[in-house]
């Protein structure tokens, strides 16, 4: 099971940091991705993490605001969150592909074997 947090209600140019605690699963077994979805819109990729972390991938529209890192001692992963815009508002879902799954398709959700129940960010301009 993946429970994720940390989300809220920020002005933009704020931050915020989410967190995807698993329980059940040992989570350096996947690789790990963020997705988000806002209203009205199809879930779209936003970052991902690889099993060791040695690999990042973030979508073009968060490169250079977004962070995603992993903690596999805490079994988390995290996403810290920059210069928010609101067009950053959304829900935001954790997600978690098996260990084997090529780095290239990451980005793909439908290669994502579990889900977390998701955490709201409104942006507020």
């Known amino acids: 099971q993946l429970q994720a947090s940390g989300g809220g209600l920020v002005q933009a140019g704020g931050s915020l940091r989410l967190s995807c605690a698993a329980s059940?699963?040992?989570?350096?077994?996947?690789?790990m991705g963020w997705f988000r979805q806002a209203p009205g819109k199809e879930r779209e990729f936003v970052s991902a993490?690889?099993?060791?972390?040695?690999?990042?991938n973030y979508a073009d529209s968060v490169k250079g605001r977004f962070t995603i890192s992993r903690d596999n001692a805490k079994n988390t992963v995290y996403l810290q969150m920059n210069s928010l815009r609101p067009e950053d508002t959304a829900v935001y879902y954790c997600?978690?592909?098996?260990?084997?799954?090529?780095?290239?398709?990451?980005?793909?959700?439908?290669?994502?074997?579990?889900w977390g129940q998701g955490t709201q960010v409104t942006v507020s301009s």
């Open positions: 997600a978690a592909a098996v260990r084997s799954t090529p780095w290239s398709m990451v980005v793909a959700g439908e290669r994502y074997s579990y």
């Open positions: 059940g699963r040992t989570v350096s077994n996947y690789a």
């Open positions: 993490i690889s099993w060791s972390g040695g690999s990042t």
